[in-house]
């Protein structure tokens, strides 16, 4: 398993599970296929209902705790300094766990963003009180981080944004490259959430991804993964199925060339698949998080 460096010197498995829209009656059984299989990072969030059964799974696998890197991000409706202390007392609660890995902001509110940065400094608070090993953001674009940024004392370690062949946010992969935060992928080949409309076919019936999986005896997600991984970010594929999971982490056998890489770069259409991020709004999306 490779590991990436954060930029407070954390070191986290490159591939996790993500558990996005897994219910959690299923969320049991795929994380433990994953860390069966080997996975030692797990991805959820506060607003997927399912930190408790991950909490769960990890219990039951009889790892460690410092053996399972854990994953879990703040929703908005949490946001405010003390709304955001407590949301991390819920999380914890409902892993059962006293210390994060990596605890994240799940989106910006550009449209109120002092809650943004409150939160953002109720993360610095659990760093430093040692409750979390490292913080970040996820689906941040450029203005957001620069405006974190501009208040910030702790640079956040990881932002994670959609990131797959056909839409790869080079704009805001450089800054955070710029800055020392590592981009992790979600949808990393593509998923569900990509083209709800039908205008585009799927990642994984592209000829192009398909044929460099034919020249590796590999499939068109393990080329995919090793794209990412081989380009230096995180990723974080989601499946519920046992041999999906095994096949997901079975991608560090092989490389890919730099025409290879350079050839699905080209892939890129621009569009996103994910929510529009500056349209997220707590009247739109906000949701009460349960108490642990």
């Known amino acids: 398993m490779d590991q990436l460096k954060l930029n407070n010197g954390v070191e986290m498995p490159a591939l996790g599970l993500g558990v996005f829209q897994t219910p959690p009656e299923e969320t049991r059984a795929a994380v433990q296929a994953a860390l069966s299989t080997g996975y030692r990072h797990i ?4 607003a997927y209902g399912n930190e408790r059964e991950v909490g769960q799974a990890i219990h039951a696998s009889g790892l460690d705790r410092d053996e399972v890197f854990i994953e879990t991000k703040i929703w908005i409706s949490d946001y405010g300094y003390d709304q955001t202390l407590h949301g991390f007392d ?6 059962g766990v006293d210390q994060i890995d990596l605890l994240i902001l799940h989106q910006a509110l550009p449209s109120t963003f002092d809650k943004t940065l409150e939160a953002y400094r109720a993360l610095e608070t659990l760093l430093e009180q040692g409750k979390v090993r490292a913080i970040g953001v996820s689906n941040f674009m450029v203005e957001h981080l620069n405006r974190l940024l501009e208040k910030a004392t702790v640079v956040p370690a990881v932002n994670q944004i959609e990131v797959h062949p056909y839409f790869q946010q080079r704009e805001v992969q450089a800054l955070g490259a710029d800055r020392g935060i590592l981009t992790q992928a979600w949808s990393p080949i593509g998923g ?3 083209y709800r409309d039908g205008s585009h076919g799927s990642t994984l019936e592209d000829p192009v991804i398909g044929g460099i999986a034919d020249g590796h005896g590999k499939s068109p997600a393990q080329v995919m ?12 594929p989601k499946s519920t199925k046992a041999h999906r999971i095994a096949e997901n982490f079975d991608v560090f056998d092989f490389h890919l060339t730099a025409d290879e890489l350079a050839a699905i770069d080209a892939l890129d259409t621009g569009q996103r698949g994910g929510p529009e991020p ?4 707590l009247e739109a999306f906000g949701r009460d998080i349960p108490e642990a």
């Open 278 to 281: 500056q349209a997220i709004t």
């Open 192 to 194: 569900i959430t990509f």
């Open 90 to 95: 819920k999380s914890a609660g409902k892993l």
């Open 225 to 236: 993964l090793r794209w990412h991984l081989q380009q230096g970010r995180s990723v974080i």
């Open 43 to 46: 991805d959820t969030a506060a």
